[in-house]
């Protein structure tokens, strides 16, 4: 594989493309027509194989998601959590799934798989049709329930994801559904504001909260969360201290990561980054499971760079910058970051990294900062 760093820690992602049906918000490739499920199996196990040979150690980390991998069924996915651990267990490994297709028999992934990321959403089922969503709150119960029990007993670590600012539901929804969440002792919850992308069903059926509305819902989610101990290390992510997730670090920190399966993204090397880009429908990848490479330039590097960092709480390290980048932090951003609230960020001679009030902003900011690349 071109520009494959064989020194540096890989990561390995896998796209399940299959669901039951369409998440009204949802943007990403995904399809309900089951009838290549098992070409895409094969395909899939195959060319885990081969990267196997050339990779020839564990991955540092293992993400299975989609899509629904839940579709598939346990013992197909436990074929390829054994697989793709050939080489060694991973560090972490992670399988996503919906909560309407939690069963006991979940418990047979747990010889390899260490955490579980449940699509709870929000336990209000007026919020949960608004969104598209399959499954109603008994479904989730009965998902942590399970989980939770195979939580003790295993040890797992389990990530709980919520979705706030549906139109519809206020910032009590949002309060109670963390409250929820958090009695099953999960780990961790990905907190999400709704978006609204273009082309999804859920843009033509309603209009999302205003912009005030929606910062004010997020600083109390934020501060609910904080005071559960929660702690928010990445702009939607939060963790019990210890439990953070080491693949999404993988992503913001601009690791080694390769993906597998339709639309899969990989990025490779580090001073040269090559991003790949699997084919876009089950089809074409069955046809042809081969990646669409390209280059980033440096200053797509440095963009991306900045993307990244500036999601996580501890920001760029400025060390980190030189090193990868053979320039000083300070130099190339010093007169852009005056142009900037003072309570937006934290620069110091270390690092440079976003407030809460600077995280509301987010994009303001990187496009500031991006006018000095």
Not at 142 to 157: E, R
Not at 291 to 314: C, G, I, M, P
Request: hydrophobic residues 35%; glycine residues 6%.
């Amino acid at each position: 594989m071109e520009g494959l760093d064989l020194n540096r820690d890989i990561s390995l992602y896998i796209h399940i493309p299959f669901c039951k049906s369409k998440c009204s918000y949802c943007a990403f490739y995904s399809t309900v027509d089951y009838s290549l499920k098992d070409e895409f199996l094969d395909t899939l196990l195959k060319q885990i194989t081969q990267l196997n040979k050339v990779v020839k150690k564990p991955y540092k980390t293992i993400f299975i998601g989609g899509g629904n991998p839940g579709v598939l069924g346990f013992d197909n996915l436990l074929k390829i959590a054994e697989l793709a651990s050939s080489n060694g267990k991973s560090e972490e490994f992670t399988i996503e799934i919906n909560p309407e297709y939690v069963t006991e028999e979940i418990e047979k992934l747990f010889k390899f798989v260490n955490r579980i990321s449940v699509g709870i959403q929000s336990f209000s089922n007026r919020a949960l049709k608004t969104i598209g969503r399959n499954a109603c709150f008994e479904d989730n119960i009965n998902a942590l329930t399970i989980l939770s029990a195979f939580k003790k007993k295993y040890n797992i670590h389990l990530n709980g994801d919520l979705i706030t600012c549906i139109p519809g539901e206020g910032v009590d929804n949002t309060i109670n559904d963390i409250n929820t969440l958090s009695s099953f002792d999960v780990d961790h919850i990905s907190l999400y504001s709704l978006t609204f992308e273009e082309g999804t069903k859920l843009t033509q059926n309603c209009k999302p909260i205003d912009e005030e509305e929606e910062r004010q819902m997020l600083i109390s989610a934020w501060q609910c969360l904080e005071n559960l101990g929660y702690k928010q290390y990445e702009v939607s992510n939060f963790a019990k201290k210890g439990y953070e997730s080491i693949h999404n670090q993988v992503y913001w920190n601009l690791g080694q990561y390769i993906g597998l399966g339709p639309t899969a993204e990989s990025s490779v090397g580090y001073e040269k980054v090559i991003s790949l880009r699997e084919k876009d429908s089950v089809e074409d990848y069955i046809k042809d499971p081969s990646f669409d490479a390209y280059r980033l330039s440096t200053e797509e590097l440095e963009e991306e760079y900045l993307l990244t960092h500036l999601r996580v709480k501890e920001g760029i390290s400025k060390k980190d910058y030189q090193k990868r980048f053979s320039k000083n932090f300070d130099s190339v951003y010093k007169n852009f970051i005056k142009n900037l609230d003072k309570e937006l960020y934290i620069d110091n001679c270390d690092s440079f990294s976003l407030t809460k009030e600077g995280i509301l902003v987010e994009n303001q900011v990187i496009l500031t900062l991006a006018m000095a690349i």
